[in-house]
Structure formats: C-alpha cells, structure tokens
C-alpha cells in the first residue's frame, strides 16, 4: 500500500501482521518516486488520488513497469457529475482513465 497522505499510512500501518488477509506492505511515497522495484506489485490500489496527478499518463507508465504478471490497478476516484469532490475540470469518465492507462 502507497500513498502521499501521511495519516492514512499511519492507520494502515497497525494492520495486524498474524491477519490471514494478504500481506501488505505500507510505503508513504510521492507521484515522482514510487519507491517500488520493477514486477514487485500484485495490486496498485488508487482512492481519490488520481485528480491530485500531474502527469497521470507517466504516472501509469511507472506503476505498470512495477506491476508483477498479471498484476492489476484499480481507480476509485470522483464521478465526473458527481456532487462532492474536487472541480469537475478535474475529473475524469472511466473510460478517460482507461485510455490514460493504455496510453
């Protein structure tokens, strides 16, 4: 698990260890650096943080170089007519999101 908001990271970091759910792994990291090693992700698991990238298309580019075989991401972000978050200039359709990831 990654992510830019240290508050976040802080109650995901009392997950218990023995839980027979998967392993996670808690990394605060930055859009620019990851902090990953190529292939070492079986989940990239992005909430309410891709209208807060950049560069998104770049931001793909490194999250699929890290990505282990047939690993996955997952966007839940804001409907583009959505009452609640942020300006509607920045949000975007599922499918902008999947012609991104593509890219």
């Known amino acids: 698990f990654i992510d830019f908001v240290k508050g ?4 995901l970091a009392t997950f218990d260890p023995n839980s027979p759910a998967t392993t996670i792994d808690v990394r605060q990291t930055t859009s620019e650096c990851l902090n990953l090693e190529e292939a070492s992700v079986d989940m990239c698991l992005l ?5 807060h990238l950049s560069d998104r298309v770049e931001y793909f580019r490194k999250v699929k170089t890290q990505l282990k075989p047939g690993g996955c991401v997952i966007a839940i972000d804001f409907t583009k007519d959505g009452p609640n978050g942020p300006p509607a200039h920045l949000r975007l359709t599922p499918e902008e999101v999947k012609q991104e990831f593509e890219a």
Not at 8 to 11: G, M, T
Not at 47 to 51: A, M, T
């Open 8 to 11: 976040r990271i802080s109650k």
């Open 47 to 51: 909430i309410n943080l891709y209208h």
